[in-house]
């Protein structure tokens, strides 16, 4: 199994951000020593939620500072990106890094962010199903060209030019069952946020690598699971943290999404931010969604860690995890003393 590091550089710290944006990139380079198989830095753009504008600029600084670390774009957004130039810095860090780069792309939810990159969120499923495969084809080739709908590029050979396929190096942010199927039929493996009860994902699953199998001639990879993680020795600490950390988090991400926005209605490739806020609704409100939060993501101390984990993998199967330890304005300190414990006490028998 592998774990994962994710950065989301959330900064709720009161750090200035030139601070901030150093600590959370350094955790990358003490995951390399603590045992962790790769770091995935997130694309997100102008408010504290998120503030990582290019995940390859910093995936290029890490792979200088580490010898081993997978480099996975946790993910470059593709309505936001050219596809000409995610090609040529993903082709130009796997060369520096000496073949450690995974590419990982996602469309976007945020219409803050789309509004300033002058893109229409109705328009993402098709953008990203056009730019995927262009940037897919050219990783293999070396050649990007495209005469589709929203892309017009002109034959053009990327120089350097890739060192080696990209096959089974790609990932797509998979939290709709359009993404899903669009991924299956890619070949690209699937990533998905814990974002509620894993009962209800399981068809999504199931459907991932059934058709999958159907197109490919082959078993689906392990999809990746993306976790939030409080890890302390004492469950009062735990409970603690949560109530001061995790709450911040959630709503930052339910305010930045708008979970449950009336406007994802009318798109039905955005069916999950609107089956999200009904059942929060129909379930409570949203301290029952939080709560349902909390119990998707790994929240315990590293027993309880290690019993959430084999539950999960006995409902879902063979998956892999990229953890976050950084968020709602936890102190670094904290941070790193919670890495340090799930290195030491859960990572051993997560990787086997």
């Known amino acids: 199994m592998q774990v994962g590091l994710q950065l989301g550089y959330q900064n709720l710290h009161g750090l200035s951000d030139a601070e901030f944006f150093r600590k959370e990139t350094q955790l990358a380079v003490e995951a390399e020593a603590m045992g962790f198989d790769f770091v995935a830095p997130v694309e997100h753009h102008f408010t504290d939620y998120a503030a990582c504008p290019d995940p390859l600029q910093v995936l290029t600084y890490i792979a200088a500072k580490t010898k081993t670390l997978k480099l996975l ?16 810095k993903t082709i130009m860090l796997d060369i520096l890094s000496e073949g450690r780069a995974m590419l ?10 789309f509004k300033s990159f002058r893109v ?3 328009d993402s499923r098709e953008m990203f199903d056009e730019a995927a495969v262009i940037i897919m084809e050219g990783l293999e080739t070396g050649i990007v060209e495209a005469d589709t709908k929203w892309y017009k590029l002109p034959r053009t050979e990327i120089r350097p ?6 096959k089974d190096r790609t990932v797509m942010v998979s939290m709709s069952p359009s993404s899903v199927e669009v991924a299956a039929r890619y070949g690209l493996r699937a990533l998905r946020f814990s974002q ?7 068809p999504e699953i199931n459907g991932y690598r059934k058709l999958f199998k159907e197109v490919h001639g082959r078993e689906a990879p392990p999809f990746i699971v993306c976790d939030f993680i409080v890890c302390f020795d004492q469950k009062q600490k735990v409970i603690e943290y949560t109530d001061k950390y995790f709450s911040k988090l959630f709503s930052q991400v339910a305010n930045h999404y708008e979970f449950g926005g009336e406007h994802f209605k009318s798109l039905p490739s955005y069916s999950t931010y609107v089956t999200l806020g009904e059942l929060s609704a129909a379930a ?6 939080y709560k349902d939060y909390i119990e998707a993501n790994l929240i315990g101390t590293p ?6 984990h084999r539950a999960r993998k006995a409902q879902v199967g063979d998956y892999e995890i990229v953890a976050n330890f950084s968020f709602g304005g936890m102190p670094y300190d904290l941070v790193y003393d919670q890495l340090k414990r799930f290195a030491n006490k859960v ?3 997560l990787k086997g």
Not at 73 to 88: F, S, Y
Not at 303 to 308: G, H, S, V
């Open 120 to 122: 229409d969120l109705a």
């Open 347 to 349: 990572l051993p028998e």
């Open 284 to 289: 409570g409100g949203p301290e029952k969604a």
């Open 73 to 88: 774009t946790g993910a470059v957004i593709l309505p936001w990106n050219d596809p000409l130039r995610v090609v040529e």
């Open 104 to 113: 990982g792309m996602g469309r976007g939810a945020a219409r803050r962010e």
């Open 303 to 308: 027993e309880a860690l290690l019993e959430q």
């Open 161 to 166: 030019r890739p060192q080696k396929s990209f």
């Open 196 to 202: 509620g009860n894993w009962a209800r994902a399981l």
